[in-house]
């Protein structure tokens, strides 16, 4: 998908004076990931709120169940969300 890109800060990257526009998949993942519900006033039930599963018991199981619900609703087609040695790895994308 397509759009605005930000930088790790949260704030709009600019390129030769005009906002960066590219491939926002990943940056959007982030951003569901990291989100708690009830941040985004629009769209409260949006976000997985990561945090919250580390010390969690099954805190992997939920927290993969939750990311893959939330990406499907974003629009993605999720392949596979998997944890290995701590590291999320996710396989989805916007259908085109």
Known sequence: MKGILIDANYDIQLFNG???????????????????????????????GVENYLNEEDGDVALIREAKKQFKADGMTVTSISLDDGKLLIDANYDS
């Open 18 to 48: 005009s906002m960066a526009i590219g491939d926002t998949t990943t940056q959007n993942m982030g951003l569901l990931l990291a989100l708690q519900k009830g941040e985004l006033k629009e769209h409260p039930l949006i976000g997985v």
